[in-house]
């Protein structure tokens, strides 16, 4: 059993910057890809961004290429999601998610998922 622990999240006006981080309590070779999606109310749990082991391949939902950057360090089992540009419609849940390959498209793609961190981006 994998646990994912997420902080990071806060209340940021628009155009500042967050980041957010996702430590596994193990590692394991068969879950490489780590990730993130976001759900704002009332609408579906989305895809935002992943990457494929230390150094590999990244993955970017089109709404937040060029502002969001995705890394990982294997040594801590962690990943971060750094935030720039925010915009009020990034405001959402973001939920941190492991699984056995990449990208993260859906929401059956994940093995485990974290407890989710607010967003909240203001006008």
């Known amino acids: 059993q994998v646990q994912l622990v997420e902080s990071g999240g806060g209340s940021v006006q628009a155009g500042g910057s967050l980041r957010l981080s996702c430590q596994a309590s193990?590692?394991?070779?068969?879950?490489?890809?780590m990730g993130w999606f976001r759900q704002a109310p009332g609408k579906e749990r989305e895809a935002v961004t992943s990457?494929?082991?230390?150094?590999?391949?990244?993955y970017y939902s089109d709404s937040v290429k060029g502002r969001f950057t995705i890394s990982r360090d294997d040594a801590k089992n962690t990943a971060y999601l750094q935030m720039s540009s925010l915009k009020p419609e990034d405001t959402a849940m973001y939920y941190c998610?492991?699984?056995?390959?990449?990208?993260?498209?859906?929401?059956?793609?994940?093995?485990?998922w974290g407890q989710g961190t607010q967003v909240t981006v203001s006008s």
């Open positions: 193990v590692y394991t070779s068969r879950l490489r890809c």
């Open positions: 990457i494929y082991g230390w150094g590999g391949n990244t």
């Open positions: 998610a492991l699984a056995s390959s990449c990208p993260l498209s859906d929401v059956s793609s994940p093995k485990y």
